[in-house]
């Protein structure tokens, strides 16, 4: 047995989470692709079954009272809460993260025009390294409210923001690199300029401490299928700081986030509290699925999923150095912690043997023999392989695994 092999059973030995692996349906590959779609928990299958053959099936209508699908989004969103900082009462769930982006960049807008500043807040900025999608939504939101868009790095935001600023959308952890940008400091200089922070959650959610709540954040999207392992395209969830829940203002209002949604009036009346984020039905399968994912939370805190990570993290670099030919990749993930997520991005550098393939780009052809050989991560064009770690079911074993096999296959 090699050193690392030795090291990475050792690790196994004392993991507080190793049991929560028993709570995933796995095979034998070794799943790093949890940044992208998370492994599903075993109770979820059950639980789905349940909510078409007893609650749709026999129960129908009756279910939107007898099984509490009228109140799923609302509840769902209090055990999301905890996860990231925020007090009941302050997440709804429900749509996709794009929808809900554009609830919150537009919702951010109006809370700015209603500061009682008689500065004209006419500019938005946003992360130019954004998920494309965002950048999307934020040219429309933009356009829409007449306002100026504005793209910066995170790190630029402190030097750009002024009393132009409307909102800032920024995301937590940048999707390619796994940069974890700096969310309390931003956000206090987002208010110190006197504008409206959003954060965008989706690759930190479930895997490191957020702080919503004790850092002020004024909004905040996320996706719940990467760590929370909710399913493909399983419903989104939105933020609004309590302080600022009768000041935001939905720009899709529908009749699920009416004051009173059975009384059908032609006039909107917005509901009380994180209601207010609601817009149309409810996806009402793939968000129970959720509910019955998110049980594998019970019994874990998110300060020692975080710990977890940043071992993963800090043992793959290690392995990655000592199995990986010199030169054939380089590391784009933050060596601090505080500046690091729960993935590691590596540029791989291309080799006489990948060249000569021609074509496919050089890391989607290695991620290809990865996965052939039961490494499972993703890449990114041209040139750069993601690695995700899901602390509730990723071990160190899979990790010294899975740098072997790509020295191997770079080797």
């Known amino acids: 047995m090699s050193d690392l092999a030795f090291k990475a059973r050792e690790l196994d030995s004392g993991?507080?989470?190793?049991?929560?692996?028993?709570?995933?349906?796995?095979?034998?590959?070794?799943?790093?692709?949890?940044?992208?779609?998370g492994a599903l928990p075993a109770s979820v299958p059950g639980r789905v079954e349940d909510v078409v053959r007893r609650q749709w099936g026999r129960l129908r209508i009756r279910s939107w009272d007898e099984s509490g699908w009228w109140t799923a989004p609302e509840r769902i969103g209090d055990r999301i809460a905890p996860l990231v900082g925020a007090g009941a009462g302050q997440i709804v769930v429900g749509d996709s993260t794009s929808v809900n982006v554009f609830k919150a960049l537009v919702g951010a807008v109006r809370i700015a025009e209603t500061d009682g500043s008689s500065t004209v807040r006419d500019e938005i900025l946003v992360d130019a390294t954004t998920f494309p999608t965002d950048g999307y939504i934020a040219e429309s939101a933009?356009?829409?409210?007449?306002?100026?868009?504005?793209?910066?790095?995170?790190?630029?935001?402190?030097?750009a923001l002024s009393e132009r600023t409307a909102a800032v959308l920024l995301n937590h952890v940048d999707y390619r690199t796994g940069r974890l940008h700096?969310?309390?400091?931003?956000?206090?200089?987002?208010?110190?300029?006197?504008?409206?922070?959003?954060?965008?959650l989706c690759?930190?959610?479930?895997?490191?401490?957020?702080?919503?709540?004790?850092?002020?954040?004024d909004l905040a999207v996320g996706c719940t299928y990467k760590y929370l392992n909710g399913g493909p395209g399983s419903p989104a969830y939105l933020y609004v700081r309590r302080g600022l829940q009768d000041r935001f203002d939905s720009p899709l209002p529908g009749w699920n986030s009416h004051a009173e949604p059975f009384g059908m009036r032609s006039a909107y009346e917005p509901a009380t509290g994180a209601a207010r984020g609601r817009v149309g039905t409810p996806d009402i399968l793939s968000m129970l699925a959720l509910e019955a994912a998110l049980e594998v939370w019970e019994g874990v805190s998110i300060e020692a999923v975080?710990?977890?990570?940043?071992?993963?993290?800090?043992?793959?670099?290690?392995?990655?150095?000592?199995?990986?030919?010199?030169?054939?990749?380089?590391?784009?993930?933050?060596?601090?912690?505080?500046?690091?997520?729960?993935?590691?991005?590596?540029?791989?550098?291309?080799?006489?043997?990948?060249a000569r393939a021609g074509g496919a780009p050089i890391a989607g052809d290695v991620m290809k023999r990865l996965i052939e050989r039961g490494v499972v991560g993703d890449f990114r064009h041209p040139d750069v392989l993601r690695f995700?770690?899901?602390?509730?079911?990723?071990?160190?074993?899979?990790?010294e695994?899975?740098?072997?096999?790509?020295?191997?296959?770079?080797?």
Not at 19 to 30: G, I, P, Q
Not at 142 to 159: K, N, S, Y
Not at 345 to 353: D, H, I, K
Request: net charge negative; proline share 6%.
């Open 203 to 217: 690759h930190s959610a479930g895997a490191l401490p957020v702080g919503l709540d004790e850092h002020g954040v």
């Open 142 to 159: 933009a356009r829409m409210t007449g306002r100026t868009l504005r793209p910066v790095t995170p790190a630029e935001v402190p030097g």
């Open 15 to 37: 993991d507080q989470l190793a049991d929560k692996r028993a709570e995933f349906v796995l095979d034998d590959a070794v799943y790093l692709d949890g940044n992208s779609l």
């Open 388 to 399: 995700g770690f899901t602390p509730l079911y990723v071990g160190f074993a899979d990790v």
């Open 306 to 354: 975080r710990a977890k990570s940043l071992a993963l993290t800090d043992f793959f670099l290690e392995c990655v150095a000592a199995h990986v030919p010199e030169g054939r990749v380089e590391s784009l993930t933050p060596v601090r912690h505080e500046e690091r997520g729960s993935q590691v991005a590596l540029r791989c550098s291309p080799t006489l043997e990948f």
């Open 182 to 200: 700096d969310l309390p400091g931003l956000t206090a200089a987002v208010h110190a300029a006197g504008a409206v922070a959003v954060w965008d």
């Open 401 to 411: 695994r899975a740098a072997r096999v790509l020295g191997e296959i770079l080797g």
